[in-house]
T-cell receptor
Framework: QKEVEQNSGPLSVPEGAIASLNCTYS??????FFWYRQYSGKSPELIMS????GDKEDGRFTAQLNKASQYVSLLIRDSQPSDSATYLC???????????FGKGTTLSVSS | DADVTQTPRNRITKTGKRIMLECSQT?????MYWYRQDPGLGLRLIYY???????NKGEISDGYSVSRQAQAKFSLSLESAIPNQTALYFC?????????????FGPGTRLTVL
């Protein structure tokens, strides 16, 4: 069974702080990794993709990938109340397969 | 704007009824997916299609069927709806190639089976 694991939270951080969201995956051959944000009752929205070990930055978001340890993380700097949402980690095992999603981590940013 | 649309957005039906959920996209993507989302269970893949002639079962295909009528259209059917199929259903699309599994989601259909 291919699995993607996330802490369900809620993760609570004050406004302006760094939020750190983590995800582990079971298949060492996984190739592509994605972070989606989902507001309550809305559809998932892609915010980051990462394919190689290391860090990838996009504005206030940084994705970090460590294939040897089989984890991927998302850092949100200067967290805002509008960042309060559920964050879904998704993994593609190999070319020609669909994404496998974790159950998501709920983030709450308090003002 | 290129988009993914789903119809209906909300549906209430009774046990035993046949239901069809429709998905259309103007993104020009060749890959389409159906997921369901339940509280505490995350997104689970029902079926996916990489082109018009390709249909694949996902994690939870029992009780569902699909039809890929064209590159831009992918329908999900519940032949005989049951209450545990009450969920939020999402269609998604992606393109081939580098970054091809960056999936883009439709707005969702909230289905209630009584």
């Amino acid at each position: 069974q291919k699995e993607v694991e996330q802490n369900s939270g809620p993760l609570s951080v004050p406004e302006g702080a760094i939020a750190s969201l983590n995800c582990t995956y079971s298949d060492r051959g996984s190739q592509s990794f994605f972070w989606y944000r989902q507001y309550s009752g809305k559809s998932p929205e892609l915010i980051m993709s990462i394919y190689s070990n290391g860090d990838k930055e996009d504005g206030r978001f940084t994705a970090q990938l460590n294939k040897a340890s089989q984890y991927v993380s998302l850092l949100i700097r200067d967290s805002q109340p509008s960042d309060s949402a559920t964050y879904l980690c998704a993994v593609r095992l190999r070319a020609g397969t669909a994404l496998i999603f974790g159950k998501g981590t709920t983030l709450s940013v308090s003002s | 704007d290129a988009d993914v649309t789903q119809t209906p957005r909300n549906r209430i039906t009774k046990t035993g009824k046949r239901i069809m959920l429709e998905c259309s996209q103007t993104k020009g993507h060749d890959r389409m997916y159906w997921y369901r989302q339940d509280p505490g269970l995350g997104l689970r893949l029902i079926y996916y299609s990489f082109d018009v002639k390709d249909i694949n079962k996902g994690e939870i295909s029992d009780g569902y069927s699909v039809s890929r009528q064209a590159q831009a259209k992918f329908s999900l059917s519940l032949e005989s709806a049951i209450p545990n199929q009450t969920a939020l259903y999402f269609c998604a699309t992606s393109a081939q190639g580098q970054g091809g599994n960056e999936q883009f989601f439709g707005p969702g259909t909230r289905l209630t089976v009584l």
